[in-house]
């Protein structure tokens, strides 16, 4: 490791690392926005959950450099736009959860929606008081999924030129010269532990009724 | 992309596309083999026996965080100077592409021989089954569905990661994408792109035909309903980190 060289650097690392903030957690929020209603769609409707998992099945085969190129076709837009970064991530998340989010909401026992109604809930405030609540957890376990992974495809990018924590490791490689390749992998993957940490953070706050004990 | 997926003079030669599509499969099914024979056995032993559970979860996790472009590009830096010519970046690529394909098959195989029925189980012993007689005739059979859609995420995986690799001149289909890429031809980027895509979703959807197939089909008419709630927590279905 050349430190010397990390310090000269430094500026550029932390905007790298800025972007790859930016393109990694953006489509996780997207994603989970969309994923919610459509989760709850197929969890509504038996016919439409083969369909909608089907679908996002078939998105997710789709490997992600290929999405990469393919999405400027799409979306109009230029090939190095980070757009195509984000809702290319934006497609695999929402492909991931909403299954997750149907599964969730399956997963929440009838007696407890029994309750809720009886207790005078009208359908959208059981979903959103006791349904939703209830299946945080298993919500929760599919984003930490997806923002793990979200961390190591963005890096992908770099081989379109887009910059991020990945451009070290093409410069790397160019270079012939480890330092910036080693420090790329673990600030992903420190990156990667940081928002599987706060999403963990954020399900124990949401379900303070949950013993403290949260396995993995 | 039309003008270059119909230009007949793209479809031989070294570099014309079945070339490609061949290379893609060959590296994607060594890859496979390899880190089936290594991850099947490990997945079963850990499944039966329950030692080294520790590992699965740990595992999963730590090699899904780690990007795999810099995993790629760092092996081939290491590697490369100690092999002559194409073993100097088949060798990491290899190496990587088993790496990221052993833990969906290790951890769908560990499940898989962790959720047979333990009455399936205790019936055989009742039986006068032997241990390998369980094995082989209760516990595989049973864990198969779990420990296939292991390998068919694996494969994604491979097959996407073999895209990328092209980055670092590995052969197969990734060289139009990063090769269009170096000679400003968009239109040979997506018509790589496209076949990727294709390749991907073929090889998915061959494995799922054949796991219709194998399976047996008692085993699928019961899990299809007695799996639907308790799947979100477990089968969260392993991403193609690539």
């Given at each position: 490791?050349?430190?010397?060289?990390?310090?000269?650097?430094?500026?550029?690392?932390?905007?790298?690392?800025?972007?790859h903030?930016?393109?990694?957690?953006?489509?996780?929020i997207?994603?989970?926005?969309?994923a919610?209603?459509?989760?709850?769609?197929?969890?509504?409707?038996?016919?439409?959950?083969?369909?909608?998992?089907?679908?996002?099945?078939?998105?997710y085969?789709?490997?992600?450099?290929?999405?990469?190129?393919?999405?400027?076709?799409?979306?109009?837009t230029?090939i190095?736009?980070?757009?195509?970064?984000?809702?290319?991530?934006?497609?695999y998340?929402?492909?991931?959860?909403?299954?997750?989010?149907?599964?969730?909401?399956?997963?929440?026992?009838?007696?407890?929606v029994?309750?809720?109604?009886?207790?005078?809930?009208?359908?959208?405030?059981?979903?959103?008081?006791?349904?939703?609540?209830?299946?945080?957890?298993?919500?929760s376990?599919?984003?930490?999924?997806?923002?793990?992974?979200?961390?190591?495809?963005?890096?992908?990018?770099?081989?379109l030129?887009?910059p991020?924590?990945g451009?070290l490791?093409?410069?790397?490689f160019?270079?012939?010269f480890?330092?910036?390749?080693?420090?790329?992998i673990?600030?992903?993957?420190?990156?990667?532990?940081?928002?599987?940490?706060?999403?963990?953070?954020?399900?124990?706050?949401?379900?303070?009724?949950?013993?403290?004990?949260?396995?993995? | 992309?039309i003008?270059?997926?119909?230009?007949?003079?793209?479809?031989?030669?070294?570099?014309?596309?079945?070339?490609?599509i061949?290379?893609?499969l060959?590296?994607?099914?060594?890859?496979?083999?390899?880190?089936?024979?290594?991850?099947?056995?490990?997945?079963?032993?850990?499944?039966?026996?329950g030692k080294?559970?520790?590992?699965?979860?740990?595992l999963a996790?730590?090699?899904?965080?780690?990007?795999?472009?810099?995993?790629?590009?760092?092996?081939?830096l290491l590697?490369?100077?100690?092999?002559p010519?194409?073993?100097?970046?088949?060798?990491?690529?290899?190496?990587?592409?088993?790496l990221?394909a052993?833990?969906?098959?290790?951890?769908?195989?560990?499940?898989?021989?962790r959720?047979?029925?333990?009455?399936a189980?205790d019936?055989?012993?009742?039986?006068?089954?032997?241990?390998?007689?369980?094995?082989?005739d209760?516990?595989?059979?049973?864990?198969?569905?779990?420990?296939?859609?292991?390998?068919r995420?694996?494969?994604?995986?491979?097959?996407?990661?073999?895209?990328?690799?092209?980055?670092i001149?590995?052969?197969?289909?990734?060289?139009?994408?990063?090769?269009?890429?170096?000679?400003?031809?968009?239109?040979?980027?997506?018509?790589?792109?496209?076949?990727?895509?294709?390749?991907?979703?073929?090889?998915?959807?061959?494995?799922?035909?054949?796991?219709?197939?194998?399976?047996?089909?008692?085993?699928t008419?019961?899990?299809?309903?007695?799996?639907?709630?308790?799947?979100?927590?477990?089968?969260?279905?392993?991403?193609?980190?690539?």
């Amino acid at each position: 490791m050349n430190f010397e060289w990390l310090g000269r650097q430094s500026d550029n690392i932390v905007f790298l690392l800025g972007w790859h903030v930016l393109l990694a957690v953006t489509p996780l929020i997207l994603g989970l926005l969309i994923a919610l209603p459509l989760g709850w769609w197929a969890h509504r409707s038996r016919r439409i959950y083969p369909l909608l998992v089907g679908v996002a099945g078939l998105l997710y085969t789709v490997p992600s450099l290929a999405l990469f190129v393919l999405l400027p076709l799409v979306l109009g837009t230029k090939i190095l736009d980070p757009l195509n970064i984000v809702a290319a991530l934006t497609i695999y998340t929402v492909a991931l959860l909403v299954r997750v989010v149907a599964d969730a909401l399956d997963s929440v026992p009838e007696d407890t929606v029994q309750a809720a109604k009886a207790m005078g809930y009208r359908g959208y405030q059981s979903l959103v008081k006791v349904e939703l609540p209830v299946g945080v957890p298993v919500i929760s376990a599919g984003l930490r999924v997806a923002a793990v992974s979200n961390v190591s495809l963005v890096s992908v990018a770099a081989l379109l030129g887009i910059p991020q924590l990945g451009s070290l490791f093409t410069q790397g490689f160019q270079l012939r010269f480890f330092t910036p390749i080693i420090a790329g992998i673990i600030l992903c993957v420190v990156l990667a532990m940081i928002l599987d940490g706060l999403i963990i953070l954020l399900n124990r706050w949401l379900t303070p009724w949950t013993p403290k004990v949260v396995a993995s | 992309m039309i003008n270059y997926l119909f230009n007949p003079a793209h479809w031989s030669g070294a570099d014309g596309i079945p070339t490609l599509i061949g290379e893609h499969l060959l590296y994607s099914l060594i890859a496979l083999a390899v880190a089936a024979i290594i991850a099947v056995p490990l997945g079963i032993y850990i499944g039966v026996t329950g030692k080294g559970v520790f590992m699965i979860a740990g595992l999963a996790n730590a090699l899904r965080a780690l990007p795999s472009v810099g995993l790629l590009i760092l092996l081939v830096l290491l590697i490369s100077p100690a092999f002559p010519s194409k073993m100097g970046y088949i060798l990491p690529s290899l190496i990587v592409l088993v790496l990221l394909a052993v833990p969906p098959i290790l951890t769908n195989t560990y499940a898989g021989v962790r959720a047979v029925d333990a009455a399936a189980v205790d019936a055989a012993k009742g039986m006068g089954f032997r241990t390998m007689k369980i094995l082989t005739d209760i516990q595989l059979p049973c864990s198969l569905p779990l420990m296939l859609s292991g390998v068919r995420s694996a494969l994604l995986q491979i097959i996407s990661t073999a895209t990328i690799a092209a980055y670092i001149s590995l052969g197969g289909l990734g060289r139009l994408l990063i090769d269009g890429k170096a000679q400003n031809d968009y239109s040979q980027m997506v018509a790589g792109a496209v076949l990727v895509a294709l390749l991907a979703l073929f090889f998915d959807q061959l494995l799922a035909f054949i796991t219709r197939r194998v399976v047996s089909p008692g085993l699928t008419r019961r899990t299809v309903k007695a799996a639907a709630p308790t799947a979100a927590t477990d089968t969260v279905k392993t991403p193609v980190a690539a």
